[in-house]
């Protein structure tokens, strides 16, 4: 034996199931199936180090590991660099990269390709594309136009309403649509022509309005719009990527001889123009029968599919296709929680699949199981604080922070070097949160935990810091033209974000802002939330008559209520300003204010290292359930756990509902879906309900990641009187209605019941 197989034997000893197997592999495919906290990091460096080792890669042949994250690419390769180190091999062979950057280094290479780096379109530049394109469809079609501006009214709207629905259309709907096709179809590997001929598809014929046929103008509107200017976005890129390979067979040699295997971490988040990807960098030159590719992942921890292609369905089927060549495996055993959060994980699973076995089972059947004695995982398994998983039912929500703030203080008092978490469904109840913990005398609370120096960090809070460019030109866009009913919305958008107006239609403010802003004897009066955002106005306006543009910009900061890091990030913005040769007039500097929002590069004060922070001793953690994935703390609090919360239900925004009952993006989205997954293309009905069994399903694998980030204490609390999130304004007027609990609780409550015996903890 030599000594890099020896040291594979003595690796192996120190491997778990599962994690192993990516060690043994010497080639084809291999799918890995990994629980929360099982390690699949761990495995897949190690595995990667062995082949490397193994088949003697280096710069001229290697092996390629794709992640979806900068982090996640930085961290496994310092892990496959030290496992190269220890068996004394050179530190090549070896490329961990995130998709979208190998597919623009396969693109940019090709003979021929157009694209550049230079020419990628940031998210900014992206929506103001498909508002492009969709002014364009609406001039060249202006019979469905007025049939979506019709929606399902007998009768013509009157002249206002119309109005009012056009921008809707326009601004909102159309717009996002533009987007969700774009995403959508080409990871289906639809063309603009196969999108037109599946819109013919007898099941779509009487659905109410031509939505997918509307997708194909659409999509080949922008697809021409981004030929004409030269530019690609991240779809594209991959696609592009795909395109060359697949044009060009020496082309595609080229990299096939490069590239030995593929590694692909996050499979679950993963489409199939990605897959499509992958697999043809890791066929075999000499024989296409043979591709090298091993993909890990959680389908269980699937929660992006909802806003993004990638779908599990996609990477479960993988995952049978290797079952039938008996290179699938599972690693189920996890240190990272206590006993009692494992066996409430695994309720979850079974629960759900259980009582939506007739839609969508939301999981694949997987157990997370403890780790046995001996594994070398420090403080595995970790006893309980507390009961370990405790169920509350607060009567309001101000109530549940008044309890989680208690037992958030235990925690400390018993363990003050704790990691603690409150991991949220909506950026806007982690704000809530955040304003109540940090000032609870404001709220009538009186459990004030900055005094006992716990910090509270908003994570969504802070990074809103990166949007305080483009929300000040949005309002400085409006103050400079304040009749364009574009301006006047995306400007009232902001405001509203920002809890200085209440929730209201802006659409029909929008449409006619000379109303909005100086009505007329004649015209309707307007809604007291209207009044309050036109004084709000009104002093913008005013100031804007008064104020030269640096002291208007700092002006509108203040009144926007920036927190002392957000004024500093103003500050900064305006002394980058301030450095053009350009004068100080807005006519001047907008162009350059714009590209600084389109390259979204500006760096906000306070920013550095901000991923670190979210584990520390002594902080309260505050942060959504999706930017939770990956991490852990000792405790973590889930509150709202209310059945409208979690898992809630597909809703028409109040802007769409004049096209009737159904929102026609998520339609549209699950009839694409259906046709990717060669199912039977559903009418408009069948697929809303589709499209609700996946968001539900999604839902409860996004409890599932929250659930399974907690090590010794998970907290869950469902209040009995809650607002709908979307219009609640705490600081001035709202209303809370009774609500259910989400109904995994009282199932869970029973399961507890069973389980739990008298432990002695921190209480």
Request: some cysteine; glycine content about 4%.
């Amino acid at each position: 034996m030599n000594a890099v197989e020896s040291l594979v034997d003595d690796w192996s000893g120190q491997l778990r199931p599962g994690q192993r197997e990516i060690a043994q592999w010497r080639g084809g495919l291999l799918a890995v199936s990994a629980v929360p906290g099982a390690g699949k990091s761990h495995g897949m460096a190690v595995g990667a180090a062995i082949a490397i080792a193994r088949q003697r890669l280096n710069q001229q042949q290697q092996l390629v590991v794709v992640t979806y994250s900068r982090s996640a690419a930085a961290s496994i390769k310092v892990r496959i660099r030290h496992y190269l180190n220890q068996m004394g091999l050179p530190r090549t062979g070896f490329s961990v990269q995130t998709l979208h950057s190998l597919a623009l280094k396969i693109a940019m290479g090709a003979p021929n390709w157009r694209g550049s780096a230079e020419n990628l379109l940031s998210e900014y530049e992206q929506q103001r594309l498909c508002r492009r394109c969709v002014d364009q469809w609406a001039r060249s079609h202006p019979d469905q136009m007025q049939h979506l501006i019709q929606g399902m009214d007998t009768q013509p709207p009157i002249h206002s309403e119309q109005l009012t629905r056009r921008h809707a259309l326009i601004s909102s709907i159309l717009t996002s649509f533009t987007k969700t096709v774009v995403t959508s179809a080409r990871s289906a590997f639809l063309t603009p022509a196969e999108l037109r001929q599946l819109s013919h598809h007898p099941a779509i014929a009487a659905d109410p309005y031509p939505f997918l046929e509307i997708a194909a103008d659409l999509l080949e509107l922008y697809q021409h719009q981004l030929y004409e200017r030269e530019q690609i976005d991240y779809d594209e890129m991959i696609l592009a990527a795909v395109q060359c390979l697949d044009a060009n067979a020496s082309y595609r040699q080229e990299w096939q001889q490069r590239v030995y295997a593929v590694f692909e971490d996050e499979a679950q988040d993963s489409t199939p123009l990605q897959s499509r990807l992958l697999r043809l960098l890791a066929t075999d030159v000499m024989d296409d029968r043979i591709v090298n590719v091993v993909r890990v992942g959680d389908p269980n921890q699937a929660i992006n599919s909802t806003f993004t292609a990638a779908d599990p369905l996609f990477f479960n089927a993988f995952c049978d296709e290797c079952a039938q060549q008996n290179a699938f495996y599972t690693m189920t055993q996890a240190g990272r929680c206590t006993p009692l959060v494992i066996k409430a994980a695994n309720y979850l699973v079974e629960w759900a699949n259980h009582t939506y076995a007739q839609t969508e089972p939301p999981f694949r059947p997987q157990d997370i199981q403890p780790v046995p004695p001996g594994d070398p995982q420090p403080d595995a398994n970790p006893p309980a604080w507390g009961q370990g998983v405790e169920l509350v039912y607060p009567k309001t929500i101000f109530e549940t922070a008044h309890e989680l703030a208690v037992r958030i203080a235990r925690v400390f008092e018993a363990h003050p070097k704790a990691t603690v978490a409150i991991l949220v469904r909506q950026n806007k109840q982690g704000h809530f949160l955040a304003d109540l913990l940090r000032s609870p005398a404001d709220f009538g609370l009186n459990h004030n935990l900055p005094s006992l120096g716990i910090t509270i960090f908003d994570v969504a809070g802070v990074e809103r810091r990166s949007h305080i460019p483009e929300e000040l030109f949005h309002i400085l866009q409006f103050l400079y033209c304040p009749y364009s009913p574009d301006r006047v919305k995306n400007a009232l958008t902001v405001l509203v974000e920002r809890g200085v107006v209440p929730p209201q239609n802006l659409d029909r403010l929008a449409a006619q802002p000379e109303v909005f802003l100086y009505p007329g004897p004649l015209d309707p009066p307007a809604t007291a939330e209207a009044v309050q955002a036109q004084h709000f106005c009104h002093d913008l306006l005013q100031a804007r008559l008064q104020l030269s543009l640096f002291p208007l910009i700092a002006y509108c900061a203040q009144r926007l209520g920036y927190d002392a890091a957000e004024l500093a990030t103003t500050d900064r913005l305006i002394y980058y300003l301030s450095q053009s040769q350009e004068p100080q007039l807005w006519e001047r500097l907008a162009p350059i204010w714009q590209g600084i929002v389109a390259e979204n590069t500006f760096e906000p004060v306070d920013m550095e290292d901000l991923h670190s922070r979210y584990v520390r001793p002594a902080q309260v953690t505050i942060l959504t359930m999706h930017k939770a994935k990956g991490l852990d703390w000792d405790a973590v609090f889930v509150p709202f756990l209310q059945a409208k919360n979690l898992p809630g239900d597909l809703w028409v925004p109040a802007n769409a509902r004049f096209l009737g009952e159904v929102d026609f993006i998520a339609v549209t989205r699950a009839q694409i879906r259906a046709h990717s997954h060669g199912q039977p293309i559903p009418n408009y009905q069948e697929a809303w309900r589709n499209a609700a069994a996946a968001k539900t399903a999604e839902e409860y694998r996004l409890l599932y990641v929250a659930i399974t980030r907690a090590k010794r204490l998970l907290w869950l609390a469902a209040a009995q009187q809650a607002p709908f999130w979307p219009s609640f304004d705490w600081h001035h007027h709202y209303e809370l209605q009774p609500q259910a609990p989400c109904p995994f609780l009282p199932a869970l409550q029973q399961q507890l019941a069973k389980w739990l015996s008298p432990i002695r903890g921190d209480r």
